[in-house]
């Protein structure tokens, strides 16, 4: 059986959160949306599924590969626009012969969560919180490792770390390798996705903190989503780059080129040359 | 940047951007403008388009002064008219909970009404 899936490409009611990584790798509870479609379709029965992707397909297929993980065979294509699932329809099945899952899970558009269909996840900041509330409760699944329950409404991830002296009010999420200083509050309505640090004395309520963000101290962070230096306030729908990391910023290191590789690179280019010159003179000879 | 003084209240308008660049000359400039008769500092932020650390420390240095040298008299300071990502920042460093922030559009230019006295 086969699928199709159509990565979302661009949406103006969250720019901002497309700016790392394609929407498709946008991670929700510590999963990308696509992982959630995969893991769908390999549950209806899908054995091979397509996946068409007109932003950055690279970063689609790094996050997903082969889809071994899934028991799927899994090919990302890139596309020039994003189709609609009657274009789709129309340009892949017409021409493959191999039976295709029933009508509407044949062909999805992932602008919404497999298990919530009825809420939209990229027409507005406060739609996606929205839907990241909602999944909480329904989040822990028998496949999550390590996923924890302290108390009724607090998840924790593997490895997580709460400091004995942070405080923690349901419903909130800590994600995988996620760091609590003691004197943090987190919650109520808080979701801390992996590898977050919040530091001493800051305050996370009704906001989604993005992957590998640090939280400074004694910050507050409310009604908003924070990714990395960006922080959005869903609730106004105003976006800032904040300016200073010991408020807020990414924990990504950033890629510099080693100083090793800025070393060895003039003595190559020497040796590479001669040899040039070298190959030219014996086809001049030969 | 322009400031004005009337009935007790210091009213400072026209900044463009308040960050490591001028910080340093702001809290000096108003710091110098502060009066025996200063109850309460107004700063307009509608035009304001640049918020850093540094800026938001010049606010609260110049906060801290203010209420220094008035131990024994009502002082208060109140932020108008912020833009949305001015207000963000001051909402990161809690600077909502010391300041009265008079968000844009509450009310008109010219009707405020009297800042709350701590």
């Known amino acids: ?286 | 940047m322009n400031i004005n003084q009337l009935n007790g209240t210091l009213r400072v308008t026209g900044i463009r951007e308040l960050n490591t660049s001028n910080a340093q000359a702001f809290r000096s400039a108003l710091t110098r403008a502060l009066s025996r008769g200063i109850q309460s500092i107004e700063i307009d932020l509608s035009q304001t388009r640049a918020v850093d650390g540094a800026g938001l420390g010049a606010l609260v240095a110049l906060y801290e002064n203010a209420k220094e040298h008035r131990k024994r008299e009502v002082f208060a300071m109140r932020l108008t008219n912020p833009t949305p990502t001015v207000q963000q920042m001051i909402e990161l460093a809690r600077l909502h909970h010391l300041f009265e922030i008079t968000p844009q559009g509450s009310t008109p230019e010219g009707t405020l009404p009297p800042i709350n006295l701590k």
């Open chain 1, 1 to 286: 059986m086969k699928a199709l899936l159509i990565c979302p490409n661009e949406r103006a009611g969250v720019a901002a959160l497309a700016e790392c990584v394609p929407l498709a790798n946008v991670s929700i509870l510590g999963k990308t949306l696509v992982e959630y479609w995969l893991e769908h379709l390999a549950c209806l029965g899908a054995q091979e599924v397509l996946i068409l992707a007109a932003d950055r397909p690279d970063q689609v297929f790094a996050g997903i590969g082969d889809g071994a993980r899934w028991g799927l065979r899994v090919i990302v294509k890139s596309d020039k626009r994003e189709r609609t699932p009657e274009e789709a329809r129309a340009r892949h099945q017409t021409t493959d012969k191999t039976p295709w899952l029933p009508a509407s899970n044949d062909v999805i558009l992932m602008d919404y969560l497999p298990s919530l269909p009825q809420l939209p996840l990229f027409t507005s900041y406060a739609d996606w919180f929205a839907a990241a509330q909602t999944l909480m409760p329904l989040a822990l699944t028998p496949d999550r490792l390590g996923v924890r329950e302290l108390k009724p409404g607090e998840w924790v991830g593997l490895n997580a770390h709460v400091s004995a002296g942070a405080k923690l009010i349901a419903p909130c999420w800590i994600g995988e390798r996620a760091w609590i200083e003691a004197g943090a509050t987190i919650g109520p309505n808080a979701v801390l996705e992996r590898e977050v640090f919040i530091a001493h004395g800051a305050e996370v309520s009704h906001s989604v903190i993005g992957p590998e963000t640090l939280v400074g101290q004694f910050t507050e962070i409310r009604n908003s989503i924070a990714w990395g230096s960006t922080l959005i306030n869903w609730q106004r729908d105003s976006c800032l780059k904040v300016p200073d990391s010991f408020l807020l910023c990414s924990r990504e290191p950033k890629r510099t080129l080693p100083v090793s590789a800025n070393r060895t690179a003039p003595v190559h280019a020497p040796l590479s040359a001669t040899v040039r010159f070298r190959q030219y003179v014996t086809q001049l000879l030969t």
